[in-house]
């Protein structure tokens, strides 16, 4: 049988803005994951202790359990151990904080997490400030927060230096771009604002927080090299604010009914995929693109935790 080497002149000669590639977080993650296991096997084999995550879930929420069922699974593929507390939604704020205070004291545990949201009658930062910053591997603690603006070491939130490891895993230039990052939480847009505008690599870029008080989103949007969707509104980010060849990064996860699902739901980016990938450069799908990496830059500040204690 003979084989033709056929050109893809379609590939060759579009503007550069056609050259779409995916952002594969899924692969990218896969990778982490393996080095840690490799890290992991190499500890193991020296009669060292393996790292131990413990998760606290209040609830039943949907997504909150599929994020607590993917973090217990990275973990076993990691070689992680891990312990999962779980709670009813009736859980007074004392039995959470006297847990905490148990994780904290508790030397087997590296670090741990607890799952947002909290019911309404819970104050998330009560919860928060009570753990321990040396175990807060999820890096929503003020300290650890504080730590980052000073570009000092400790915990980063796991999103955002999912994204950023995402970003230097595939060698994407980001010194002297201008980056419109769309949401201002406190555990995505606020951090990673931050961190793209410091003298870092990746980073050194121009940063526009931009939030639901923005005006001329669109025309911001459209002057940008790279655009973060961060907000948690489906589909918000459409082709006619994209300028060609940007960077699209999509952080929004949020489910929506789809009857041709097992499930009945489908998860729906913050970007409509669709029409906008054809103009970028790159971009990061939902699911499959920045989800995954949260996850392995979980495993990564796990790693860090007992390496911290000097285990
Ligand atoms: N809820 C949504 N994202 C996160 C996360 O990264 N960590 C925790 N603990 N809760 C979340």
Same mark, same amino acid.
């Given at each position: 049988?003979? %084989?033709?080497?056929?050109p893809?002149?379609?590939? @060759?000669?579009?503007?550069?803005s ?7 977080g ?5 990778i ?14 020296e ?9 606290i879930l ?6 909150s ?5 993917n ?5 076993e593929?990691c070689g %992680?151990? =891990?312990?999962?507390?779980r709670?009813d ?6 039995v ?10 508790d030397?087997? #545990?590296?670090g %741990?997490?607890?799952q ?7 104050d998330?930062m ?7 910053p040396?175990?807060?591997v999820d890096?929503?603690?003020?300290m650890?927060l504080?730590?980052?603006a000073l570009?000092?070491?400790? %915990? ?10 995402? #970003? ?12 419109v990052?769309?949401?201002r939480?406190?555990?995505?847009g606020?951090p990673? =604002?931050i961190?793209?505008s ?18 001329n989103?669109k025309? @911001?949007?459209?002057?940008a090299d790279?655009i973060i969707a961060a907000?948690?509104q489906?589909?918000f980010?459409t082709?006619?604010m994209?300028?060609?060849?940007a960077?699209? #990064? ?5 489910r929506?009914?789809? =009857? ?9 980016g913050?970007?409509?995929f669709?029409?906008v990938?054809?103009k970028?450069s ?6 499959g693109?920045v989800?995954?990496?949260?996850i ?5 500040n796990?790693l ?8």
């Amino acid at each position: 049988m003979a %084989f033709f080497f056929i050109p893809d002149y379609l590939t @060759i000669f579009a503007p550069k803005s056609e050259r779409m590639e995916l952002l594969d977080g899924k692969e990218t993650a896969r990778i982490i994951k393996a080095e840690i296991a490799q890290q992991v096997k190499a500890r193991k084999a020296e009669g060292k202790k393996i790292p131990h995550l413990a998760a606290i879930l209040v609830g039943t929420d949907g997504g909150s359990m599929t994020y607590i069922a993917n973090k217990l699974k990275s973990c076993e593929e990691c070689g %992680f151990e =891990s312990t999962l507390m779980r709670y009813d939604d009736s859980v007074s704020e004392e039995v959470l904080l006297n847990k905490v205070k148990q994780l904290n004291e508790d030397k087997s #545990i590296d670090g %741990f997490i607890v799952q947002l949201p909290l019911p309404a009658h819970i104050d998330e930062m009560k919860v928060t400030l009570a753990i321990d910053p040396q175990k807060d591997v999820d890096g929503f603690h003020p300290m650890n927060l504080g730590k980052m603006a000073l570009n000092l070491p400790g %915990f980063v939130s796991a999103t955002p230096s999912g994204i950023i490891e995402l #970003i230097r895993r595939n060698n994407l230039e980001t010194a002297g771009k201008k980056c419109v990052i769309i949401g201002r939480s406190n555990i995505v847009g606020m951090p990673l =604002s931050i961190m793209l505008s410091q003298n870092t690599e990746p980073g050194n870029c121009t940063v526009t927080l931009a939030h639901s008080q923005t005006v001329n989103l669109k025309e @911001i949007c459209l002057t940008a090299d790279i655009i973060i969707a961060a907000l948690g509104q489906p589909n918000f980010v459409t082709a006619d604010m994209v300028k060609d060849g940007a960077v699209i #990064i999509d952080v929004g996860t949020t489910r929506v009914q789809d =009857s041709t699902k097992v499930s009945g739901w489908k998860l729906v980016g913050d970007v409509k995929f669709d029409e906008v990938a054809p103009k970028c450069s790159y971009i990061s799908p939902v699911p499959g693109g920045v989800g995954p990496m949260t996850i392995a830059s979980l495993m990564m500040n796990t790693l860090k935790a007992m390496d911290l204690k000097g285990k």
